[in-house]
């Protein structure tokens, strides 16, 4: 049976593995934002707001899921815990507008 006063330390939860895959998440929007650099001579400063918006988003990515899943960490698998859809929702937006933005840069050639 769960016992909610008792701290899940173990660095093999799944909070910690859903913290690593958020990571990852962030890091593969810096690195898909750094080859949009790559198009910044012939776009000009849409690539670099493109650029920036990414690395934005991959900042608030790392931030704020780490920042969710340690609060929710130490009560993890207690029945009730909220599913992160807005964070889903908000990096799925991101990727559909990424992947808009890398659509366009690479037809408007």
Known sequence: ?????TPRTDPGLQPERTSLA???TA???VAVSLLF???????????AVVVALAALAATWIFFHTRTRLRR???????????PATSEVLAVCSAMV?????????TLAN
Do not use: C, K, N
């Open 37 to 47: 650099l790559r198009w910044t001579t012939q776009h000009g400063p849409v690539v």
């Open 27 to 29: 890091i593969s929007f």
């Open 97 to 105: 507008a990424l992947a808009a933005a890398a659509l366009w840069v």
């Open 72 to 82: 929710i960490g130490r009560l993890f698998p207690a029945p009730g815990l909220e």
């Open 22 to 24: 958020w990571q990852r």
């Open 1 to 5: 049976m769960f016992d909610a006063t």
